[in-house]
């Protein structure tokens, strides 16, 4: 635990550096969630994050060593209380953020931090997952996309499906089957550019009106021998570690889908739309009563986040709890985009046209888009599985 007087010395350094860089324009503005739709920032929003990429703020706690912040978690507590007192939201974000870099940094070897984790750091690669297939879902192991030993190269052959933001991709980390003869011992955790010959991308129109996922095929890519992260075979665990930064990241609010819209608090929402009675209460008393259960759901919710995150030892990353998260996390998510609806009754149902806002518009499509929150990551049914086996300790029996 950090000196009481150190941290307020470093809240005193954030502040003043927060005042000094952060561009008035941009306070409240999350650009994160631009870039997952593809939109990279201009002007002062590219400014933002230049100065953060190089700050290594966006990545408080990864290492100096590759451009991160080197913060103790004390201290990227408090940057991250001061950000929210001065409106900065952070520019720094995607896959490279919640899932890759924290699993490379565990896994990977000197030469492939030293490669990869200082572009994450400055937001400058933009990263997509290459785990589901066509028939292997929730059954991930089943995977078919195959990469053979040519050498000095691996050739890559097969389809992955629901690739988030492959269209806008830089680099994929992809789950590929190395060893026929054996299921999960099979599997190797390889990185391949996305600008190499083979890779084609088919974006998929979801109901919410936009394409973040996308068929990815691989045919007869070439991926040199330095890109295998980890054993040849040993795929499979770094793949669980992967998806346990995800559901944390999910749980915990991260990812865009289901996410969007109306962004002030539920309540004041609702007041807008309905109006109150002479007490200043919520006019309509069955979905006051709706709203308070939902409210205290999220706020129980958020608190057992916090709690588990200052539990969790130092330097042990996520464990199995974020299965738990990232159900409960989801279900959150999903209750007040179908609140929202309700509360904005027929504007809420708005696809086009001048006779909806803005918000009421991206609303109704993050109702829909939301559909998926509890499907992708791990199923809500893998997660049972998971809290059943590997938490309660109960086994399968025939």
């Not at 709706?290 to 999220?298: N, S, V």
């Not at 464990?319 to 738990?324: F, M, R």
Request: charged share 25%.
């Amino acid at each position: 635990m950090a000196d009481t007087a150190e941290l307020e010395s470093f809240r005193a350094e954030a502040r003043a550096w927060l005042e000094e860089n952060l561009p008035p324009s941009i306070k409240g503005v999350d650009l994160a969630m631009a870039q997952q739709a593809g939109i990279e920032p201009e002007g002062e929003g590219a400014l933002w994050k230049k100065r953060m990429g190089e700050k290594g703020w966006g990545t408080p706690t990864w290492p100096k060593a590759y451009g991160g912040g080197g913060l103790s978690k004390e201290e990227a507590k408090v940057l991250q209380q001061e950000m929210n007192r001065a409106g900065a939201r952070n520019p720094i974000g995607g896959m490279g953020v919640m899932m890759f870099g924290p699993t490379l940094l565990e896994y990977g070897n000197e030469e492939q931090k030293q490669r990869h984790i200082p572009p994450i750091v400055r937001g400058e690669i933009r990263w997509c997952q290459g785990y589901s297939e066509p028939n292997a879902g929730s059954d991930l192991a089943s995977l078919q996309t195959r990469a053979e030993d040519k050498g000095d190269h691996f050739l890559v052959n097969g389809q992955k499906i629901w690739t988030s933001g492959a269209q806008w991709a830089h680099w994929c980390f992809c789950l590929v089957r190395t060893d026929k003869t054996r299921k999960h011992e099979g599997i190797s955790f390889l990185l391949i550019d996305m600008k190499s010959p083979g890779v084609e991308v088919r974006p998929i129109m979801m109901i919410s009106g936009h394409s973040p996922f996308c068929e990815t095929f691989f045919t007869d890519v070439k991926v040199p021998k330095e890109n295998l992260v980890g054993p040849l075979n040993g795929g499979w665990t770094i793949g669980k570690r992967l998806l346990q930064f995800e559901r944390q990241g999910l749980g915990g609010g991260g990812g865009g889908a289901g996410r969007g819209g109306e962004m002030r608090p539920l309540e004041d929402v609702a007041k807008s739309y309905i109006g109150t009675d002479e007490k200043g209460r919520l006019a309509d008393p069955d979905l006051r009563a709706r709203l308070t259960e939902h409210l205290m759901h999220q706020r129980a919710f958020m608190l057992t986040l916090q709690r588990s995150q200052q539990e969790s030892k130092s330097n042990q990353g996520p464990s199995t709890a974020t299965s738990i998260m990232k159900n409960v996390g989801s279900k959150v998510i999903q209750d007040r985009a179908e609140l929202l609806i309700e509360i904005m009754g027929q504007q809420g149902l708005g696809w086009e046209g001048d006779g909806y806002s803005g918000s009421e518009l991206a609303s109704a499509r993050a109702w829909l888009g939301g559909k998926a929150v509890t499907i992708y990551g791990g199923s809500t049914e893998i997660q049972n599985n998971v809290i059943a086996k590997r938490m309660l300790g109960l086994l399968d029996h025939q």
